[in-house]
């Protein structure tokens, strides 16, 4: 006789009947493996079988991604992969969210197959995750912007694939160029700093808290990634160059930091250096300001019925340096999706990472809530074009000047890293310390744990 005792929550009825029946037809072998874990002898002729059952694949994801669209599109790739997918909510905080896969993932779990992750966690997450390269043809891996391959390989292993592209661009009015005779938005900082100044200058006349520009400089990683564009639109690298050494210490970082604290109080509003994304975004759709850094949500909140600046503004690269080895450079953000290395299923999680992030899904998600595609090809498409009205200008900054965070570079220390950096830059903003000593403190911080 044999008893069959199934371990775990789902069983379809239908493949408990296929398993006792190849049974019977001697086609399972149960507990001929000696003492396997899974099968193990019982008295003489019986037999136990401990079967563990197929669970759907366990996806986990910030919680605000977890949308009406998300599992739409989860239920077509479930289709495809022949499995279920379960989208799991993960901590709102970024960072809480990091925690949570850092405890998570070195215990080897088999109890997660798929994680949502913002673009900087590549390095810190890389050797917990799947080489999804094996699992992509050239074509599938060449459809996504190069910079999010860039970002997403960490030595030779491509660990994540992106859902979404997410940029930052320059934000201007359109009606206050024309206004103070502006014939477009500008190219370099120093046509930024002027514009910024005039049009701050006329419009004081009528409101009082107008500002010129606004950005992010509060102590968060939202000022890594604006101190590290206007560093390297000025020629500087990227905290960490190519061969993973410190490089802050090259004058463009310093010039950056005098550079954009001379903003503060003058044409940026004192209180820029608490600001975030949300706050920059407040002070201009509510008309108070001329020009604003931001990803392109901006965009499609800026244009909402109810919105004071509605047809007033445009988007652009973000500008320039004003020397020769100037740049339009933005930082790239976004969500990737990764494998655990410790998968239940990772050949069916891989298949649905890529079918998650597939063209269908990109543009199926682009044209429900207009999140702009990581994938170049879908900007051509009239439909995403009507639906992301920044699609021309996403799609520019995406291609020709996307610059990565060192997050593939630092490994495991980005967020150490960054957190090095936002803070002292923030004490340039305040005024607290000048940029030479930022740059020695970052330098000396930073170096235990890139050299
Ligand atoms: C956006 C980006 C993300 C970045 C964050 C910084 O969410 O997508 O990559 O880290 O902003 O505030």
Same mark, same amino acid.
Request: no cysteine; aromatic share 22%.
């Given at each position: 006789m044999v008893r069959v005792i199934v371990k775990g929550r789902r069983w379809a009825a239908g493949r408990l009947l296929l398993l006792v029946l190849l049974m019977g037809a001697g086609l399972v072998c149960a507990g001929c493996g000696g003492d396997s874990g899974d099968a193990a002898e019982g008295g003489e002729g019986e037999a136990t079988v401990a079967v563990t059952p197929p669970r759907p694949i366990l996806r986990w994801m910030g919680p605000a991604f977890v949308r009406p669209v998300d599992r739409e599109i989860a239920a077509r790739c479930a289709e495809e992969v022949g499995m279920p997918i379960e989208l799991l909510p993960a901590p709102a905080n970024p960072l809480d969210r990091l925690g949570l896969y850092r405890q998570f993932l070195p215990a080897g779990? %088999? %109890?997660? %197959?798929l994680i949502d992750f913002d673009v900087i966690w590549s390095g810190a997450l890389a050797r917990h995750l799947l080489d999804l390269g094996p699992h992509l043809s050239a074509e599938e891996r060449g459809q996504y912007f190069p910079i999010y391959l860039e970002n997403n390989s960490v030595g030779d292993a491509l660990v994540g694939l992106p859902q979404m592209g997410d940029i930052g661009l320059l934000y201007y009015r359109t009606d206050l160029l024309e206004k103070y005779g502006y014939?477009?938005?500008?190219?370099t900082w120093r046509e930024l700093e002027e514009m910024a100044a005039a049009i701050q200058e006329g419009e004081r006349a009528g409101n !009082? !808290?107008?500002?010129g520009y606004v950005w992010q400089g509060n102590v968060y990683e939202g000022l890594t990634v604006n101190a590290l564009e206007w560093q390297a639109s000025m020629g500087g690298e990227l905290l960490v160059d190519a061969d993973g050494r410190l490089a802050v210490d090259d004058g463009a970082t310093e010039r950056a930091l005098d550079r954009a604290a001379a903003w503060v109080g003058v044409i940026s509003p004192p209180e820029v250096t608490v600001f975030q994304e949300e706050d920059a975004r407040a002070m201009f759709q509510n008309g108070n300001a001329a020009f604003m850094r931001n990803w392109p949500y901006a965009y499609g909140l800026g244009q909402a019925e109810d919105s004071p600046v509605r047809d007033l503004f445009g988007v652009t690269r973000l500008p320039k340096g004003d020397g020769p080895d100037g740049r339009h450079t933005s930082v790239v953000g976004g969500q990737q999706i990764g494998v655990s290395r410790?998968?239940?299923?990772p050949d069916a999680a891989a298949d649905a990472a890529r079918c998650l992030t597939d063209a269908t899904a990109q543009r199926r998600r682009a044209l429900a809530d207009g999140t702009p595609p990581a994938i170049a090809a879908l900007y051509e498409e009239a439909e995403v074009q009507a639906r992301i009205g920044a699609a021309a200008q996403i799609a520019q900054s995406l291609a020709e000047h996307a610059v990565a965070r060192p997050a593939a570079r630092t490994g495991e220390h980005y967020t150490e890293i960054s957190l090095i950096y936002f803070i002292e830059v923030n004490r340039v903003l305040t005024g607290e310390q000048d940029a030479a000593r930022a740059v020695a403190r970052i330098g000396d911080q930073v170096r235990a744990w890139v050299e």
């Open positions: 779990s %088999d %109890d997660i %197959d014939g477009g938005p500008p190219e !009082a !808290a107008f500002w410790y998968s239940r299923y």
